[in-house]
Structure formats: structure tokens, C-alpha cells
């Protein structure tokens, strides 16, 4: 039987990029999928392709960054299919946040990026987790980046960011442990996709030189991992971080 038969698992920000391929990739694992996305579009794209595949889809246009937009996301999901087993806290703000040093980023891309990014991630899991300890079972998988790691310059919103979201996953895994759910944090490095398009090119040739697997990324070499960690195989791993980034940064 695939890994997640019949599983229901919420997948934010899966209207395009990674958080669409981590979707079709459930879903070819035999899970349910609710597409919690803010931009109408392309949940409305996404859920037509994973249908196309003949997977079990439901758009639920959300905007992670509000209390009651994540609350009404998860009171949906319950109403349609009566579970969650899964959540991947995705949706950030990804696209060409690259650029300025760290005195010409504005208060108010500072405030956006924490904002979707961090409190983003707090809400999603916030909406979906107390009814995983009552089931006393349940998975959370959030995104971090490995720029987090080696402290990518240039982007010191984002990188700061993704930090909190790797510390928020493990404080997390402490206060769920006990109720047998886990959440761990997925840290890619670079990928070759439409939110990467505005980085520079010596930006992107240093990543690839600097790897031990020496070239680049796709979205394609993340979403076993998590879909892995979403799935009982790794039911003794709780509040890690994990980097999928060919071999940029060991920790
Ligand atoms: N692309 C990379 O190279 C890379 C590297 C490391 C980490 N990541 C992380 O992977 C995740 C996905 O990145 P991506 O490259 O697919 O980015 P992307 O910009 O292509 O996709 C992000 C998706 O999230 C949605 N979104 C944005 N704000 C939202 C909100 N408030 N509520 C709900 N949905 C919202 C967007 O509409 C979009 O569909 C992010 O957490 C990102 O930080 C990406």
C-alpha cells in the first residue's frame, strides 16, 4: 500500500513551486489533498492538475498570515473529509525577496516577510495541530532554507526567517511529542524554479560549485523527503532539520 493511502494532508502555498510538486507527489502517494493557497489562480491550476492525476483535491483559498483565513482552512478540511493527518507548512515569501543589504530593506518587507513566513507558519500549524493531538496521531512538515545556515548576505528578512521557522520546529516538537505528533523542518537549498528566477547568476553558479553533488537543484530532489517524513517510516523523528541541498552546508 502507498505511504499515505487515503491520508488527508494540507499543503499551503501549493499553488505553484514546490509547494505544487510536494502535492502532486502526496497525492501519487495515495494522499487526499487540500491546496491551502492565497493567490486564487493558481490553487484553482493546481487543483486541476492534481485531478488530471486522479487524485482526491480541494482548494481552500487561504492567506496563511490570518488567524481566521487558517482557521476556516482547517474547519473546511474537517467538514469535507472529517481529518487531517498531514500539514506541509510551505507558503512563504519567496519570490525575488533577494537583494538589498541588510540597512536598505524596508520596515515593511521586514514586517511582510515575518509576517507570512514566520507567523504564516505559526497560524498553519496552529489551525491543524490541536486536532492531531486529539487523534494522538499527526505529522507537520515546515520549509526553512539552507541559506539559514551559512547566512546567504543580501537577504537578511528571508534568511532571519527561516531561522525562526527551524526554532519554532523544534519548541514545536516539544509540546507535541506527548500526543505522538511530530513536525520536522525541511531546509532546501537553491532550486531551479520561478521563485529562484531574479537571483544572479554568480549567485547561482557559486551554490552549484560549492556543493558536493556540484549541480543544480529541483524541486523534484525535496518532495521524497518530505514526503518521507510525513509518513510512518519515520515515526521516531521529531523537531530535526533536515537540509536537502546537495551538499552545500553539513550540519
Ligand atoms: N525555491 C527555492 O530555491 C527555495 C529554497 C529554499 C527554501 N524554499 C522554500 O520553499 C517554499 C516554497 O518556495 P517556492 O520556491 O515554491 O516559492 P513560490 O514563490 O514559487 O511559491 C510560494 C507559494 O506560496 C503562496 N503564498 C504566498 N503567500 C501566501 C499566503 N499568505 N498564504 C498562502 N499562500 C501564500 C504563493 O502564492 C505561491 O503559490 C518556501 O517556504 C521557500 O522559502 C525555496
Not at 528578512?157 to 511529542?177: C, I, N, P, Q
Not at 531546509?187 to 547568476?201: F, K, S
Request: charged content about 20%; proline content about 3%.
Amino acid at each position: 500500500m502507498s505511504a499515505h493511502h487515503g491520508r488527508v494532508i494540507v499543503v499551503t502555498g501549493a499553488g505553484r513551486g514546490l509547494g505544487r510538486a510536494i502535492a502532486l507527489k502526496l497525492a501519487s502517494d495515495g494522499a487526499r489533498i487540500a491546496i491551502a493557497e492565497i493567490d486564487r489562480e493558481l490553487g484553482a491550476e493546481a487543483e486541476q492538475e492534481l485531478k488530471t492525476t486522479g487524485a482526491e483535491t480541494m482548494f481552500v483559498p487561504t492567506d496563511v498570515s490570518s488567524q481566521e483565513s487558517t482557521e476556516a482552512m482547517a474547519a473546511a478540511v474537517l467538514l469535507k473529509w472529517g481529518l487531517i493527518d498531514g500539514l506541509v507548512a510551505n507558503a512563504a515569501l519567496a519570490n525575488s525577496v533577494g537583494g538589498a543589504t541588510y540597512d536598505r530593506i524596508t520596515v515593511d518587507q521586514w514586517d511582510r516577510i515575518m509576517r507570512v513566513n514566520v507567523r504564516g507558519t505559526w497560524l498553519a500549524c496552529r489551525a491543524v495541530a490541536p486536532h492531531m493531538q486529539k487523534r494522538g496521531r499527526g505529522s507537520l512538515v515546515t520549509l526553512s532554507s539552507d541559506t539559514a545556515h551559512w547566512g546567504s548576505p543580501n537577504l537578511l528578512h528571508y534568511v532571519a526567517s527561516k531561522g525562526a521557522v527551524e526554532a519554532f520546529t523544534r519548541a514545536m516538537a516539544r509540546e507535541l511529542g506527548a500526543d505522538n505528533v511530530r513536525i520536522n523542518c525541511v531546509a532546501p537549498g537553491l532550486l531551479d524554479n520561478d521563485a529562484t528566477r531574479g537571483v544572479p547568476p554568480a549567485k547561482r553558479e557559486w551554490n552549484i560549485r560549492n556543493r558536493a553533488i556540484s549541480r543544480e537543484g529541483s524541486p523534484s530532489d525535496i518532495v521524497g523527503l518530505v514526503s518521507f517524513l510525513l509518513s510512518d517510516e519515520a515515526s521516531f523523528i521529531t523537531g530535526q532539520v533536515i537540509i536537502a541541498d546537495g551538499g552545500l552546508v553539513f550540519h
